[in-house]
């Protein structure tokens, strides 16, 4: 190749897909493309789309408007510029992306990523759709990055472990644009884990759509369960915190939760989406637990690990969802204390079977979603205020925003921002907590710890 071609990859919704753009870019490198910051300058336009919510396809087609008009200057200076659409969208609408959005020229669905250089050199007579499930597994495929690029992407990053989802919320997309639940085998993953921390990566964040029902082949020829995986990668040299994201409340097994027990590299903190607090919307949504499973899981959690934080998912509006069911979410909220939580309004996405159910009308849905957010804003705002005064322990990420300062994360995910020399960066300090920003925490170096967390959550 004469020249380095330049690579632009914008990824949307989840971590599986931030972790896929890497592996693509990964993939691309040896053929010659260097990742750009902006589309502008760029080559090889991806977008790593997602389908989760209406809103979030839509962005996918103004998104490619503004890109036809960057392919069109770019042609009269007679460069080419090759766009490709992957990720849900991709796998959902496939050719119809073609007719509705002449830029594009690539619709590549999330299990043909290692088939890139091929739909490139295609794409050069002419445009290309592949959105199969191929029997071949995409990761052997995909490249490993380089030392420098893994260095680049930070300290803390995503590895998938598990992918697809064979749960069928009512209201979800996802076992229809990912597929079937599938697992990593264990040594893969723990070798690539191994390749990340001696490039200098000290948090790792399991991720899956479903990650713990992750039921990879072990080492011992058994199939091995997330709280055993997360035992063998605990023990990889360099490993200072793992994480794992996204987890169903159902596939919460004795083995998971004894790792939240036993590893002291496992965080304090779970991301465990609910969606509802109502067991007839649980049952309406196909969740297949209640209100009193998911209660049971958090207690079980709690009793193990007193300071464990908690996260949440909400939707609101789903499909006969009254006011009485909404009011179940909203005090679940107050029952578990939180110490973050995201809610959506409901959405209905073609091909799921909530989308044939009689919708309630957007004001309802509207009115809802913001007394809903106003409560989780409000808990969020009470558990970072129980912060102030701990001294706790913060990973040094990067350089913050004015100079000297530096950013890292609690155990419980919160960013805190802190004047301390660089040198620091990679390591984890104690850190007094003195100020609450909106979304942050604000802290000076602590000496030493000045009293231990104990953010067992009591509710507001
Ligand atoms: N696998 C995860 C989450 C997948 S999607 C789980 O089981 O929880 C991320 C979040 O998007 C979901 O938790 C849900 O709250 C939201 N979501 C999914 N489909 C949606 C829809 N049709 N409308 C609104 N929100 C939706
Ligand atoms: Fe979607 Fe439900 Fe699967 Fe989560 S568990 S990905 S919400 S179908
Ligand atoms: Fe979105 Fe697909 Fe992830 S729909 S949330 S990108 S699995």
């Known amino acids: 190749m004469s020249r380095p071609q330049k690579l632009y990859v914008k990824s949307y919704?989840?971590?599986?897909?931030?972790?896929?753009?890497?592996?693509?870019?990964d993939t691309l490198a040896p053929l010659g493309f260097v990742e750009t910051a902006t589309a502008d300058d760029a080559d090889l336009v991806i977008l790593n789309t997602c389908n989760i919510r209406e809103k979030a396809a839509d962005k996918v087609y103004s998104e490619l408007g503004r890109i036809r008009a960057l392919?069109?200057?770019?042609?009269?200076?007679?460069?080419?510029?090759?766009?490709?659409?992957?990720?849900?969208?991709?796998?959902?609408?496939?050719?119809?992306?073609?007719?509705?959005?002449?830029?594009?020229?690539?619709?590549?669905?999330p299990q043909s990523y290692h088939r890139l250089p091929d739909l490139l050199a295609r794409a050069a007579r002419g445009r290309v759709v592949d959105t199969e499930f191929p029997i071949e597994d995409k990761f052997d495929h995909l490249a490993a990055p380089t030392r420098a690029a893994t260095r680049a992407r930070g300290l803390s990053t995503f590895v998938t472990v598990q992918e697809g989802c064979d749960k069928f919320c009512a209201f979800c997309v996802v076992p229809y644009?990912?597929?079937?639940?599938?697992?990593?085998?264990?040594?893969?993953?723990?070798?690539?884990?191994?390749?990340?921390?001696?490039?200098g990566v000290r948090e790792i964040t399991l991720v899956g759509q479903n990650v713990n029902a992750y039921h990879g082949d072990g080492p011992d020829?058994?199939?091995?369960?997330?709280?055993?995986?997360?035992?063998?990668?605990?023990?990889?040299?360099?490993?200072?915190?793992?994480?794992?994201?996204?987890?169903?409340?159902?596939?919460?097994?004795?083995?998971l939760i004894a790792a939240h027990r036993d590893l002291p590299s496992l965080m304090p903190h779970l991301h465990l989406p609910v969606q509802s607090g109502s067991d007839r919307i649980l049952a309406a949504m196909n969740r297949r637990h209640t209100r009193a499973d998911y209660l049971h899981v958090i207690d079980t959690l709690r009793a193990i690990r007193p300071d464990i934080a908690f996260s949440s998912d909400f939707i609101v509006g789903f499909p006969g969802e009254s006011e009485d069911d909404f009011l179940a979410s909203f005090n679940l909220i107050d029952e578990i204390g939180y110490a973050s939580a995201y809610s959506f309004k409901y959405s209905p996405r073609p091909g799921t079977p909530a989308a044939e159910?009689?919708?309630?009308?957007?004001?309802?849905?509207?009115?809802?979603?913001?007394?809903?957010?106003?409560?989780i804003d409000r808990q969020q705002a009470v558990y970072n205020a129980r912060c102030r005064g701990l001294a706790l322990d913060v990973l040094f990420e990067k350089q913050g925003k004015l100079p000297g300062q530096l950013v890292g994360r609690s155990p419980y995910l919160q960013p805190v921002q802190v004047m301390a020399p660089p040198e620091l960066i990679g390591e984890i300090h104690k850190v007094t907590i003195t100020d609450l920003g909106t979304y942050s925490l604000f802290g000076t170096l602590a000496r030493a710890a000045i009293r231990t967390p104990e953010l067992a959550a009591t509710g507001v």
Do not use: F
């Open 221 to 255: 020829g058994l199939p091995w369960t997330l709280g055993r995986l997360l035992y063998r990668v605990a023990q990889v040299p360099g490993i200072a915190r793992l994480r794992y994201t996204t987890s169903h409340p159902c596939d919460m097994d004795d083995s």
């Open 13 to 25: 919704g989840c971590q599986m897909n931030v972790y896929d753009s890497r592996r693509m870019a």
């Open 71 to 109: 392919k069109e200057n770019a042609a009269s200076d007679g460069r080419c510029v090759v766009v490709a659409v992957a990720g849900c969208v991709a796998q959902a609408e496939g050719k119809e992306i073609l007719r509705r959005a002449p830029a594009v020229d690539i619709v590549v669905g």
């Open 357 to 375: 159910l009689p919708q309630l009308p957007d004001e309802v849905t509207s009115e809802r979603l913001s007394r809903l957010l106003y409560a």
């Open 177 to 199: 644009t990912r597929g079937a639940e599938g697992s990593r085998p264990a040594a893969k993953i723990v070798a690539e884990i191994e390749r990340l921390t001696d490039a």
